[in-house]
């Protein structure tokens, strides 16, 4: 009998899921989108219920297509990261979910690193004890999983106190599958409240959890990455359309499951992921630290390596959002076409290199890396009369893309490796031209691989094999298909060049302008 896991690709967007085999075929798929929540000062929330709705209405629907249901070995989460839901004791959630875009925890994190000796906002000590134990620290943006937890227990104690677990979003949907709550080391990360140093024994620290004041009984319980979790229940199975008892993979968060998904399971092999947020990664073997840049080596999915965890907020979402105000925006009355993406696309071939000097800043919403700043705005800027909406649909292409320029620089300096090429995966890599300005602006040979959209499903599918040991570690680099080489062209380099030394003063005055509006 074949052999094929159920995959759900949990993202900003919405759950996608599939059924993918040993190949990293993807026999059947289904697509679902949940609209985001967005409370005043800062508040970014989804609907976690209606995840788990979304979730069970799309594997349902994916019957339709691949009836062998009895093939199905396991099923594995990969999901959006640094995302918390508070849930009761049958995995209930109490409270929306508080995405990773959300800010408001940030007071208390100041809070807890205020002291007389300070370094970017950090008491020098606590700094000290955080990079030591967990090899990172939560940042000032309030961001992080811990920053979500202070707002809780702060604002909203009586969710705080009502919630039997404090989860991420893959945990979530974990626990709906099995009634266990339980995390890896992986998806723990950004709580800043485990022992790191050895990625073979992470704990809950004593003392960590002392000077944040939260109770360990609310959090999960530590379970090893690639293993099994437990079977799904036989409530769950009714909801799924599936038989009780199939193995459910402990899974992890979508930046660990993209690193696999992009072929580069080698230490320093990078991949660019380009999706509603983006980042630039690679395995490593050893942990390292960089607070200058908001970078370190993160708990991998993969037993004993480390990941560079670094992330920049918006990418492909300054794409939805260009279409959603600029194009589609119900009061300009535009009709709608069948593919907005496929218009968008149209615009920006449209427009010269450099769009006529027009310069995109996507930091809509504040940046972690390379620099974190909660504050900082992004918008059009040095634009005139003559410029066309197709110059602005291209030059947020180009923005982006200056942006992950300065994650690279940084990136490279972090890993002391100069790459020459970069897989890049995410929705973003499904557009060639996009892939081009990449390679113009990095000044890198971009490698495609086939369906780079769905890097995170493939890369939680291969997870989900090598975690029932139907495939070995070495055999995960080779299931990734190849695609398609994109070469830095010189006549663009100079615009680019030019351009993204601009792109980068913008940030050093904008940053002073937009740290006095946005208190």
């Not at 100069?418 to 031209?433: D, F, P, Y």
């Not at 113009?440 to 971009?446: A, E, F, K, P």
Request: hydrophobic share 40%.
């Amino acid at each position: 009998m074949a052999a094929h896991i159920l995959a759900i690709d949990l993202g900003t967007s919405g759950p996608k899921v599939a059924v993918v085999d040993k190949r990293g075929n993807v026999k059947a798929l289904e697509i679902r989108r949940v609209p985001l929540i967005f409370p005043p000062s800062g508040g970014v929330e989804q609907d976690a219920q209606e995840w788990w709705r979304s979730t069970s209405q799309a594997i349902q629907a994916l019957w339709q297509s691949f009836s062998q249901k009895k093939e199905i070995c396991g099923i594995i989460v990969t999901s959006q990261w640094s995302t918390l839901v508070p849930v009761d004791e049958e995995a209930n959630p109490l409270n929306h979910a508080i995405s990773w875009m959300d800010t408001r925890g940030a007071p208390y994190v100041a809070k807890l690193f205020r002291g007389f000796l300070q370094y970017q906002g950090y008491d020098i000590l606590k700094l000290g004890q955080w990079l030591w134990i967990t090899g990172g620290v939560p940042g000032n943006s309030g961001k992080d999983t811990l920053a979500h937890i202070l707002f809780l227990k702060n604002e909203l104690p009586h969710i705080y106190e009502k919630s039997y677990k404090l989860l991420e979003a893959k945990d979530f949907l974990n626990a709906k599958l099995t009634g266990r709550f339980a995390a890896t080391p992986d998806s723990l990360t950004l709580y800043w409240l485990t022992d790191n140093r050895d990625p073979f024994s992470v704990r809950y620290h004593p003392e960590l959890l002392r000077l944040t004041q939260i109770a360990e009984e609310k959090l999960p319980e530590i379970v090893p990455v690639a293993s099994v979790l437990g079977e799904l229940t036989p409530k769950a199975a009714e909801e799924l359309g599936l038989s009780p008892g199939i193995p459910v993979l402990t899974g992890c968060p979508d930046m660990q499951a993209s690193a696999i998904g992009s072929g580069g399971i080698e230490p320093l092999d990078p991949h660019l992921y380009v999706g509603s947020s983006q980042w630039i990664s690679c395995h490593m073997r050893e942990r390292k630290i960089s607070p200058e840049s908001n970078m370190a080596t993160i708990p991998s999915a993969l037993p004993g390596y480390y990941l560079i965890g670094n992330e920049q907020e918006c990418a492909g979402f300054c794409v939805d959002y260009f279409l959603e105000n600029l194009v589609y925006h119900p009061l300009l009355e535009r009709p709608k076409a069948a593919n907005p993406y496929s218009v968008f696309e149209a615009l920006t071939h449209k427009a010269p290199p450099g769009a006529k000097r027009l310069i995109f800043t996507p930091w809509l919403y504040g940046e972690r890396t390379p620099v974190e700043n909660k504050s900082i705005r992004g918008g059009f800027h040095n634009l005139s009369a003559e410029h066309s909406l197709a110059d602005m649909a291209r030059s947020v292409l180009e923005g982006v893309s200056f942006n992950a320029r300065w994650l690279l620089e940084n990136v490279e300096n972090f890993a002391m490796q100069k790459w020459h090429t970069l897989r890049m995966i995410g929705g973003g890599a499904q557009n060639e031209l996009w892939c081009q300005i990449m390679a113009d602006v990095l000044g890198r040979q971009v490698w495609v691989p086939e369906n780079p959209r769905h890097a995170p499903l493939l890369g939680a599918a291969l997870l989900g094999f090598y975690s029932l040991g139907l495939l070995e570690l070495d055999a995960l680099k080779t299931v990734v298909s190849q695609g398609k080489t994109y070469y830095p062209q010189e006549a663009n380099r100079k615009i680019y060049d030019l351009l993204y030394q601009e792109f980068r003063e913008i940030y050093t005055t904008h940053s002073r302008i937009c740290a006095k509006l946005n208190l």
